[in-house]
């Protein structure tokens, strides 16, 4: 077993390497340039048809409202990266690793856009009547390459298991473990129930729970943030200049600390960007099909709205606190640890940022669980027909169950890996159909705003 990890951590390292990491931000560049920063343009508008306008103002096809499907989206992407991804990418690669995220980003929105507006583009109705879509349903009838589409689905179906289940249900059990001393399998037993009422309805349960959880965990986690931010706000602008600063200039050794590497800024801040709101990925697209619209570029545009609210508000949020509390260079805590120090310090108080951190890290890594229960189910489903979808959120529910109790360092490696190779055939079908992104987008402005 051992010799097996090694070879998946080594093949791990390979598929989250630069070459992918520059064939997810290369794509989000040429998009963006194709689209003449169309995400810089209709940002604002964007924010009205996701958080103020909501729902289209006629019937459409779909199942949930523009809202759900973007809550849904952002159940699965707001979770345990917002929290460990960063304060792993700023003890690796400094304040700089910030700036890099920022940038991954801004331009994974167009990648965001673009692959929500094809997911739509090319949905499906399934036996039930309902929409059904995504990269294997854009590969298949959209650029014509099926064995892609199937080799995404299979990719997607491993790492709704792992990714999206097991470790989300173990990084819940060890909060709760941890800091208020819950046995595992009660809290098993309670993430089997929680995640079975849920699933058991499909899409539309999904997107109600989810549309009240979502925004209450967020408003609740930048909340905290902000307090710490207000209360430290004369160093604000220091921090600010140093994300900036050491984007692009190394940082010598200060105090006992460790330095920083320019590439080290990049390389962690890229990755754990891209972790965080996965642009390019394929996973968010399969809740965009879900939605009720007429056109592709609404429901596009509402889903861009999902990697800034993740990287650029809530990302933001945990990397500031994290470097106005000084800890990160200290090198006696990371990963959540981290998080829940700074916050703590933060604060002025000793417990008070480890229950903001706990509540937190709890309530994303059950949103996540929620959001990736109808990724698998829908990859699932395009393989194998309408039939096994109800087994398949019971085994779901038992894999939840699972990931409390056992220790997931090889399911994690694996679907980790699997994760990032959903983004082979995804890239491939989005750089495919890229002249209909282009064409619809142009379209819709013309008759639109």
Known sequence: MDFILKVIKDINSFVWGPPMLFLLVGTGIYL????????????LYSLYLALI????????????????????ALSATVGTGNIVGVATAIMYGGPGALFWMWITGLFGMATKYSEALLAVRFRKSNEKGEMVGGPMY??????RQKWLGVLFAIFASIAAFG?????????????????????????GIVIFVAVALVIIGGIKQIGKVTSFLVPFMIFFYIIAAVAVIVLNIERVPSVLGDVVKYAFT???AVGG?????????????????????ESGLGSSPIAAAAAQTKKPVTQAL?????????TIVVCSMTGIVILLSGLWSSGKFEGAKLTSEAFNLGLGSGVLGSLVVSVGLILFAYSTILGWSYYGEKSIEFLFGNKVVYPYRFLFCIFAFLGTILKIEFVWQLADTMNGLMAVPNLIGILILSPIVFKESREYFKKTV
């Not at 194709?34 to 995400?39: F, H, N, R, T, V």
């Not at 854009?138 to 650029?143: E, K, P, Q, S």
């Not at 509402?302 to 993740?310: H, Y």
């Open 163 to 187: 990714i999206g289940c097991m470790v989300q249900s173990n990084s819940i059990a060890s909060a709760l473990s941890d800091n208020f001393h819950i046995p595992r399998i009660w809290v």
């Open 257 to 277: 600390g460790i330095g920083f590497l320019v590439k080290n800024a990049i390389r962690y801040g890229v990755a754990r960007g891209v972790f965080s709101n």
């Open 53 to 72: 306008k909501r729902k289209e103002d006629s019937p459409a096809e779909g199942d949930i409202s523009h809202f759900e499907a973007l809550m849904t």
């Open 250 to 252: 190394p940082m010598a």
């Open 138 to 143: 854009y590969l298949t009838y959209g650029a």
């Open 302 to 310: 509402v889903s861009m709205t999902q990697t800034f609210i993740d």
């Open 32 to 43: 963006t340039i194709s689209l003449k920063g169309l995400q810089f343009r209709r940002l």
